[in-house]
């Protein structure tokens, strides 16, 4: 079986040549269908960085990330086809409806006619817009937006998910709804969540790996993680690994 999604000692720096700043430092992994990855690290470790690559939305300085077999750099559309991406934020037109938004993602997806319809009311369904589809993008709450990001990453059911904070601006209810759907896309697909909340990583998670200036400084399943520490605290594993990086 083809692997998910291979990393390839990806690498990127940001600023001038004088005041030259890595952000990611030769990152590499691999993820296999049925595994739910936790991307942790502090504030500017180079998670949504390293997702944008993985995604094609900015280009490394150095290595690639495999997709399905499909390397992003020079297979740019099969990689993509692959994809669902929910960047950091909400990016989406905000004068649009959120139906009429999601109609257009599902055309530039390639789908017409009844299918088109079909897909779009399924991640309405899955992210529960229903209520607010004739409703413009930019009169949403922040939760709202999130889960409109959500449901054009998962539109075209692509066996690859690269979510960037997916519960981010969502109250309790929505967050355990959130997971709920990760929880069951998850045996068909590969799903990378980055996180700031570690409840989440064993909530969803069957798999953290924690990178700390653009590099990893540890990587098991939570269990193995958390054993690591004496207090068996998540919080603790994640504070003394990126603490002296
Ligand atoms: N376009 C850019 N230009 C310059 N520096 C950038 C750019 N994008 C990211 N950086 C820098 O790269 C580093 C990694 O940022 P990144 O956003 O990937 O971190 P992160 O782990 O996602 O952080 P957070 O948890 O705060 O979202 C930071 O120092 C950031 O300031």
Same mark, same amino acid.
């Given at each position: 079986?083809?692997?998910?999604?291979?990393?390839?000692?990806?690498?990127?720096?940001?600023?001038?040549?004088?005041?030259?700043?890595?952000?990611?430092?030769?990152?590499?992994?691999?993820?296999?269908?049925?595994?739910?990855?936790?991307?942790?690290?502090?504030?500017?470790?180079?998670?949504?960085?390293?997702?944008?690559?993985?995604?094609?939305?900015?280009?490394?300085?150095?290595?690639?990330?495999?997709?399905?077999?499909?390397?992003?750099?020079?297979?740019?559309?099969?990689?993509k086809s692959a994809i669902g991406y929910l960047p950091e934020g909400a990016p989406?037109?905000?004068?649009?409806?959120?139906?009429?938004?999601?109609?257009?993602?599902?055309?530039i997806r390639g789908f017409d006619g009844a299918e088109r319809g079909e897909r779009?009311?399924?991640?309405?369904?899955?992210?529960?817009?229903?209520?607010?589809?004739?409703?413009?993008?930019?009169?949403?709450?922040?939760?709202?937006k999130r889960r409109v990001g959500l449901a054009q990453a998962l539109l075209h059911?692509?066996? &690859?998910?690269?979510?960037?904070?997916?519960?981010?601006?969502?109250?309790?209810?929505?967050?355990?709804?959130?997971?709920?759907?990760?929880?069951?896309?998850?045996?068909?697909?590969?799903? &990378?969540?980055?996180?700031?909340?570690?409840?989440?990583?064993?909530?969803?998670?069957?798999?953290?790996?924690?990178?700390?200036?653009?590099?990893?400084?540890?990587?098991?399943?939570?269990?193995?993680?958390?054993?690591?520490?004496?207090?068996?605290?998540?919080?603790?594993?994640?504070?003394?690994?990126?603490?002296?990086?």
């Amino acid at each position: 079986m083809t692997t998910a999604l291979s990393v390839r000692g990806l690498h990127k720096s940001f600023g001038p040549a004088n005041a030259r700043k890595t952000a990611v430092d030769g990152l590499s992994f691999e993820l296999e269908q049925g595994e739910v990855l936790g991307f942790l690290g502090p504030n500017g470790a180079g998670k949504s960085t390293t997702m944008k690559m993985i995604c094609g939305f900015l280009a490394p300085d150095a290595g690639t990330a495999i997709v399905c077999g499909h390397n992003v750099l020079s297979h740019p559309i099969a990689a993509k086809s692959a994809i669902g991406y929910l960047p950091e934020g909400a990016p989406a037109y905000p004068d649009m409806t959120v139906l009429a938004f999601l109609d257009f993602i599902g055309a530039i997806r390639g789908f017409d006619g009844a299918e088109r319809g079909e897909r779009v009311a399924d991640a309405m369904a899955k992210t529960q817009l229903k209520e607010v589809a004739h409703q413009p993008i930019e009169t949403l709450s922040k939760g709202f937006k999130r889960r409109v990001g959500l449901a054009q990453a998962l539109l075209h059911n692509p066996p &690859v998910l690269i979510l960037d904070e997916p519960t981010d601006g969502l109250d309790p209810n929505q967050k355990f709804e959130v997971r709920k759907l990760i929880k069951e896309m998850a045996a068909t697909k590969a799903i &990378v969540i980055s996180t700031h909340i570690l409840e989440e990583v064993d909530a969803v998670c069957t798999r953290a790996v924690i990178i700390a200036r653009g590099r990893i400084v540890a990587d098991g399943t939570p269990a193995e993680l958390r054993g690591r520490s004496t207090s068996g605290n998540l919080d603790d594993v994640f504070r003394e690994v990126t603490a002296n990086v």
